[in-house]
């Protein structure tokens, strides 16, 4: 059973900066997708960021040039550095992966993803 477990999250002024943490545990495939998710308060679950087992990552437009995917194979764990917030960042953030590649046409879509943390809340304040 895949597990992910959020946390970083918290409240910052605009212009700073978080980095969100995700452990994952209990899968054992060679190949995966992991990506990060926003969603605000009566608003469908949008892609942030992606990225598989060889390390390639892909970003929403709106995060480009601010929000870097990165992880640490040996200790399980994906971040998400969050640069240069703004109040529109908002929302609670949500780890997610499948036991599959990552691809462009669905590293960005929630419904390509199985497993799911249980979200961590970022608020940004102008």
């Known amino acids: 059973q895949v597990q992910l477990v959020e946390s970083g999250g918290g409240w910052v002024q605009s212009g700073g900066s978080l980095t969100l943490s995700c452990a994952a545990s209990g899968y054992t495939s060679s190949d995966y997708c992991m990506g990060w998710f926003l969603q605000a308060p009566g608003q469908d679950r949008e892609g942030v960021a992606a990225i598989d087992t060889d390390g390639r990552t892909y970003y929403a437009d709106s995060v480009k040039g601010r929000f870097t995917i990165s992880q640490d194979n040996r200790k399980n764990t994906l971040y998400l550095q969050m640069n240069s917030l703004k109040p529109e960042d908002t929302a609670m953030y949500y780890c997610?992966?499948?036991?599959?590649?990552?691809?462009?046409?669905?590293?960005?879509?929630?419904?390509?993803?199985?497993?799911w943390g249980q979200g961590t809340q970022v608020t940004v304040s102008s």
């Open positions: 997610a992966a499948r036991l599959s590649g990552c691809t462009w046409s669905s590293s960005m879509s929630a419904d390509e993803y199985k497993y």
